[in-house]
């Protein structure tokens, strides 16, 4: 037994109402919020050390103390392979020891080598005779064999004192050995 008549439930009139006025969700400023909170709460995430070096390498400050390093040790490095390719005093041209006189006209020129050894009667005397080329030190270890071989023990031994100062980093002993004797 229905009545024919139909009246308006109270009920469906608040439905509509909710239905009209629910979006379903929070509103934005909610969600902003709460965003927000997270962000600020949350703990920020650990560069690896790469990732700091870069950052480093990128400030302004940092530029110029790691290319200062660098320029350092580039410069060692060509100072210290410099040292290792210098042959020494042996392997350098000797300059010449005097300026002779010139020639007569009616004798031919004669060519000299730098690296010809030079001879007693070409050095200078008297009071030059300091400023000749110093002796090499294999020059000198010969010199001293020929003084001991001379019987001349106190000036062979004078001349390996000399040697020693000059040459402090060679082992000078071992190199006198290893000549052969006269």
């Known amino acids: 037994m229905t009545d024919s008549r139909h009246t308006p439930d109270s009920d469906d009139a608040l439905t509509r109402h909710f239905r009209q006025h629910s979006t379903g969700e929070p509103p934005a400023s909610l969600d902003a919020f709460i965003l927000a909170t997270a962000r600020r709460e949350a703990p920020a995430p650990k560069l690896s050390l790469w990732q700091r070096w870069g950052r480093a390498c990128r400030q302004p400050r940092w530029q110029m103390a790691f290319a ?36 007569p006209m009616s004798a031919p020129p004669q060519a000299e080598s730098y690296s010809a050894p030079l001879r007693s009667d070409a050095l200078p005397q008297g009071k030059f005779a300091k400023r000749a080329a110093p002796q090499s030190l294999e020059q000198g270890l010969l010199e001293v064999v020929r003084l001991r071989a001379a019987g001349d023990e106190a000036a062979a031994t004078a001349k390996l004192a000399e040697l020693k100062q000059r040459f402090p980093s060679q082992n000078i002993e071992e190199q006198l050995k290893a000549l052969p004797p006269r």
Request: aromatic share 2%.
């Open 68 to 103: 200062t390093v660098a320029g350092v040790a580039l410069m060692l490095g060509v100072v210290m392979r410099t040292n290792e390719l210098d042959p020494g005093p042996q392997g350098r041209l000797a300059a010449p020891a005097t300026f002779s006189a010139p020639a």
